[in-house]
């Protein structure tokens, strides 16, 4: 039981670490990156799976920490889940009928060569660049809750 509760929690701990990290690949341009949203997903299963091994074992539950955890955990999904969503959107807005999306019949061919090509700017807004901080800080806070509530 007890190698189990380890491999759970090191998974635990390497989803905490992509949403984390994820964010810290795209700080200069922050977006949800989809490992971010399967992440969450992660935490929401392992942390369950946690839950019930501590619920079988001998200690006490700290009922109203987990139950923090388990709300912010699932604004955390919510958040990446609707930042996804929203850079998708964008993606099938900007290349309309390109396989892989999902948008409808192909725009216009586009001429090819150097007239279609774009000067990137320095930094980008990403259309989910406000879910990716609040996917990054309410992570963050379920670290807090997780080492300073014991
Ligand atoms: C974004 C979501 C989450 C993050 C970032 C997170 C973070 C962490 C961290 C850093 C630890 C290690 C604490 C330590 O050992 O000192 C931990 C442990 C734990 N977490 Fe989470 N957690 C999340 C979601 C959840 C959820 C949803 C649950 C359950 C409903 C949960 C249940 C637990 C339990 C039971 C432990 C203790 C494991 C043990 O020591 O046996 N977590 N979490």
Do not use: C, W
């Amino acid at each position: 039981m007890e190698i189990l509760r380890e491999i759970l929690l090191t998974l635990h701990l390497l989803g905490m670490a992509i949403i984390v990290g994820g964010y810290f690949t795209v700080i200069r341009s922050p977006k949800v990156l989809a490992g971010m949203l399967h992440a969450s997903y992660l935490q929401l299963l392992t942390g369950l799976a946690l839950l019930t091994l501590a619920e079988m074992g001998d200690g006490q539950v700290d009922h109203v920490k987990i139950g923090l955890k388990l709300v912010i955990a699932i604004l955390v999904t919510v958040f990446a889940f609707l930042g996804r969503r929203q850079e998708k959107e964008a993606t099938e807005q900007l290349t309309p009928g390109l396989p892989g999306t999902t948008a409808g019949p192909a725009g216009p061919a586009r001429p090819a060569g150097p007239a279609t090509q774009t000067i990137a700017p320095a930094s980008v807004t990403n259309p989910s660049a406000r879910l990716a901080h609040l996917t990054f800080s309410f992570a963050v806070l379920n670290v807090l809750i997780a080492v300073f509530l014991r």
